[in-house]
């Protein structure tokens, strides 16, 4: 047999990804070196391409310590954690896990979307606590025939509308520049986009260029009956602001699978039952489990058969 690949892993992915690239390359485990900075000064330059999970962050002080690494293959759709424009200056392809799990996480959207306005999470509560015994709970919110808008219209931003469609939502989007093809109606204003949605669905990449885009203007615009959804990044919504316009009534209620610093969640809206709060698990199905494990190992080896990654940043 060939040389293994020499790849440096920043993190563990998952067993079955760990498995696979430990059987085909010769990795590295960066978690497990006692002091990370001399290790890569020492043996940086050994590796030719990176693993990496999600979560976890590669900046220019990894990137700038592996000149022979040509190829970043990321555990995950998003890649805010990535440093690709460095990694792209130093020569280096970085791929991601995209469409596999657009589905799931467009589910999960629909789900707290639901959830939100129908209050299935707050009546199994009420009916835990015997509730139902003595009383019924206020009346809800309509779902179907409303407008959906959405913040991001890429795989995942499209699949959610294809499922509003089902509901006999109107959806607008908003994003940088129009997707050409569409259906629906392009909004340039997130703002405008707000006042018109009874549901915002953020469904953008995370990172500087979104930070905050979901602040307080647009959180009043979408109003005390609007519902806020995200499925993204919490970095794109100030959460500040949504606590405040939640307390405040300014804003009607809140479906959030993501957080600003995971896996803390402000207290305030875990005490609220017009927030439905989850644990970053948009993904987190067997099936796209499975697919994106695939397809960060697969990235790697038409990287290192064909000079190309399947599914480039
Ligand atoms: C989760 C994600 O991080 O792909 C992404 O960008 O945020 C998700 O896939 C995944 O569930 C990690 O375990």
């Known amino acids: ?9 920043i993190g563990p992915i998952t067993a079955p990804a760990d498995e696979r690239l430990a059987r085909d390359y010769d990795v590295t485990p960066l978690w497990k070196q006692s002091d990370r900075a001399a290790f890569l000064a020492e043996h940086g330059p050994a590796f030719e391409g990176i693993a990496i999970h999600v979560r976890d962050a590669c900046g220019a002080d990894i990137l700038n310590a592996v000149p022979n690494v040509r190829v970043i293959a ?19 392809q970085v791929s991601n896990t995209p469409r596999v799990l657009d589905g799931c996480v467009a ?17 199994t ?11 019924q709970r206020p009346l809800m919110t309509r779902v179907h025939g409303k ?3 959405l ?41 405008e986009l707000a006042r018109w949605a009874d549901f915002l669905v953020v469904a953008c990449p995370g990172g500087p260029a979104t930070r905050h885009l979901v602040d ?30 939640l307390q405040e009534g300014r804003l009607g209620g809140a479906g959030l699978d993501v957080f600003e610093n995971e896996p803390d969640v402000p207290q ?20 796209s489990r499975a697919d994106m494990e695939r397809l960060v190992c697969d990235n790697l080896d038409a990287y290192f058969r064909g000079g190309q990654v399947l599914t480039p940043v």
Do not use: C
């Open 1 to 9: 047999p060939t040389m293994k690949h020499r790849i440096l892993q």
């Open 74 to 92: 990321n555990f995950g759709v998003g890649y805010d954690k990535i440093d690709v424009e460095t990694a792209r200056r130093l020569g280096m």
């Open 107 to 123: 589910d999960l959207a629909m789900g707290l979307a639901i959830d939100v306005a129908r209050g299935i999470s707050v009546t």
């Open 125 to 135: 509560r009420f009916v835990r606590a015997g509730g139902w015994k003595t009383g």
């Open 147 to 149: 407008n959906m808008g």
């Open 151 to 191: 913040l991001g219209f890429g795989g995942i931003g499209q699949a959610v509308a294809r499922r509003a469609a089902g509901f006999d939502m109107v959806v607008r989007y908003h994003t940088r520049r129009p997707v050409a093809g569409s259906p629906h109606e392009h909004e340039p204003s997130l703002v």
């Open 216 to 245: 307080a203007e647009v959180l009043d615009a979408l109003g005390p009956r609007g519902i806020l959804v995200n499925i993204a990044r919490g970095s794109v919504v100030d959460e500040a602001a949504l606590v405040r316009a």
């Open 268 to 287: 305030p809206l875990l005490d609220m039952d017009q927030v439905v709060a989850l644990s970053h698990i948009a993904g987190f199905t067997r099936e």
